[in-house]
């Protein structure tokens, strides 16, 4: 279904959404975009006459929007928005809220129709929890540096879990100095009190976003939904540590299979190759699905006890609660089912792998 319905429809899924992932601001926006939003500004003509999907498993289209109007916030192009946004928006009424959105779409229009083109792009750093317990694991199972590639990298920020502090009620892992700590609800078991050492990280994204740009930088933070400071400022202390740590070769501008392809060429003697992805894989079209698992599968068959592979995944799945975390491991082949994560990583119910 296509047209201004199905677009607002697809706010009110958002919205839903936003909700039950602790953003009412969000959800609340969203909610007002769907009873609201008319053609007569030229954001709001392209967002209700959008050609294509504008659900959230599609174009994202609410998101788009939501990212446009905090990238005003955040950049500081418009002080009066930011009157009506989080932390400042508790006095704001609905009809207050969307007065000041109605005005920022007419005098920003061309602004917001450019970015209404990107489609929104996050790097949750909190799904580093379910990274960093599987590091520890493969480190101690294997006893051998870790070499990480992620596909769908985005920022490349969750290719430092391990300059990540992962603090529960029972146990810690990772950098017990870091700026970054990621506190999750824990349920089932605790894993390995093992020391990944990264011996080499890579990624590759479509759109790979700099955290040492300004401008990128600006983007990314717009993307995490205003209310929810708590990621803002953890995101940009995983921001500094790329910054530090990273060269500018970390992320690649390029398909995931092109670049599988290549980088499963590569001889990792004496490493456990970790190959990674976190609510990226669902979104890749499906000839670049089935490319990257044949890739994935060839390069598992040349596999050996001191070249193993790893496929490690936090993919939505159909069930619930959350996605599912994934660990395959080659050589074998055998998938472990580790459990289910929030898609935020607010809480996570591990378990250890078996064999």
Same mark, same amino acid.
């Given at each position: ?230 990621? +803002?400022? /953890?995101?940009? !202390? %995983?921001?500094?540590?790329? *910054? #530090?740590? $990273?060269? =500018?070769?970390? +992320?690649? /501008?390029?398909? !995931? %299979?092109?670049?599988?392809? *290549? #980088?499963? $060429?590569? =001889? ?88």
């Amino acid at each position: 279904m296509t047209g201004p319905e199905a677009v607002r429809a697809a706010f009110r899924v958002q919205a839903d959404a936003c909700e039950k992932l602790g953003s009412p601001f969000t959800a609340r926006l969203c909610r007002l975009a769907a009873e609201r939003l008319d053609e007569a500004t030229a954001p709001g003509a392209k967002v209700l006459g959008w050609r294509g999907d504008p659900t959230p498993g599609g174009d994202s289209v609410p998101l788009r929007l939501c990212g446009a109007l905090n990238l005003l916030v955040v950049s500081g192009a418009d002080a009066a928005l930011a009157t009506v946004y989080p932390p400042a928006d508790a006095a704001a009424t609905d009809s207050g809220l969307w007065d000041e959105i109605a005005r920022v779409l007419a005098e920003h229009g061309e602004t917001i129709c450019r970015l209404l083109d990107s489609a929104p792009q996050t790097n949750e750093v909190r799904r580093s929890t379910v990274l960093l317990a599987a590091w520890c694991w493969l480190a101690d199972r294997f006893g051998l540096p870790l070499i990480i590639s992620e596909v769908g990298a985005s920022a490349g920020l969750n290719l430092f879990a391990d300059r990540f502090l992962l603090k529960t009620e029972h146990f810690e892992l990772g950098d017990a100095r870091s700026p970054v700590v990621l506190e999750p609800r824990w349920h089932g078991e605790t894993p390995p009190a093992a020391t990944p050492v990264v011996a080499g990280r890579a990624g590759c994204d479509l759109a790979p976003i700099d955290p040492a740009g300004e401008q990128d930088r600006r983007r990314l933070l717009a993307y995490i939904w205003p209310d929810q400071r708590d990621r +803002v400022e /953890r995101t940009a !202390a %995983a921001m500094a540590i790329f *910054t #530090r740590e $990273a060269s =500018p070769a970390t +992320v690649a /501008r390029a398909d !995931a %299979a092109d670049w599988l392809a *290549t #980088r499963l $060429a590569e =001889p990792f003697d004496d490493a456990v190759h970790v190959v990674q992805h976190t609510i990226a894989w669902q979104y890749f079209p499906e000839p670049v699905k089935r490319s990257g698992a044949a890739l994935l599968a060839a390069a598992g068959a040349r596999a050996t006890a001191n070249r193993p592979l790893a496929r490690l995944a936090l993919e939505a799945d159909g069930g619930e609660p959350g996605a599912a975390i994934a660990l395959t491991l080659w050589p074998g082949g055998t998938t472990h089912a580790l459990g289910r994560a929030d898609f935020h990583g607010r809480w996570v119910d591990w378990h250890n792998p078996r064999g």
